[in-house]
């Protein structure tokens, strides 16, 4: 598995929130660029980023921070956040993105979603998030009714194979992964994912590891590295059983089987 830092960006600055709170935000740098450089000089492959602004605007608001970004650091970058229109996804892979996020126009727009899987494909990932045990859109203040594994299931009839898989709820709160969460997510997903929520110890990340999941192909975390919980060396190391191996891109940012 890799370990992916995430870089939430919110009126120009690298927030994490609480529970996907907005009213409940912590700032960790006044720059993202500067969060960017931190984690790469700290051996990350791979960068996270979300538009925070653009989720709730339903459009991109933060493509010069990626565009920032990406020319400073030598790293891919999945991004995400308002990318509900072809002209958005176009834009955020000319900023630098390699690949793009859908979540809310993937679920609520299927020949959206066909056609960016069609035009864009392996470039293109979708994002589930889930609060109180059902789905989340329009940047995790609108919940469905739609249960994560019914979601998942539309979502891969429409061609969908890749996935962010996130548990709002725990997100912020370093209280670890509900990990029998993760194990239902993963039988209903016939291609990979990624995990996100909760991750606040190397235990934590042992403990996604233990499960052998073999379509679990990375950890998405933030706030406890702003908060030095560990490194992002140790956190790597722990996903790769403490047996640090030479990291090839394929496995999930590729084309191939990722």
Known sequence: MIFIPAIDVRAGRAVRLLRGDFQQETVYHADPLEAARSFVDAGARFLHIVDLDGARAGEPRNLEQLRRIATHVDVPIQFGGGLRSEAAIEAALAAGATRVVLGTSALRNPDFLRRALDRWDPRVVVAVDVRGGRVSVAGWEEQTELDPVEAIARL????????????????????????????????????????????????????????????LVGVICGKALYESRFTVAEAQAALEERRPRRFRLAHFPGTGAA
């Open 156 to 215: 891969q009839d429409l061609g969908a194979m890749r996935f962010v898989y996130t548990n709002a709820d725990r997100d912020g709160t370093l209280e670890g992964p509900d990990l029998q969460e993760v194990e239902r997510v993963a039988r209903a997903i016939r291609g990979r994912f990624l995990y996100s929520g909760g991750i606040g110890s190397i235990e934590h990340l042992e403990a996604l590891r233990d499960l052998r999941l073999v379509n």
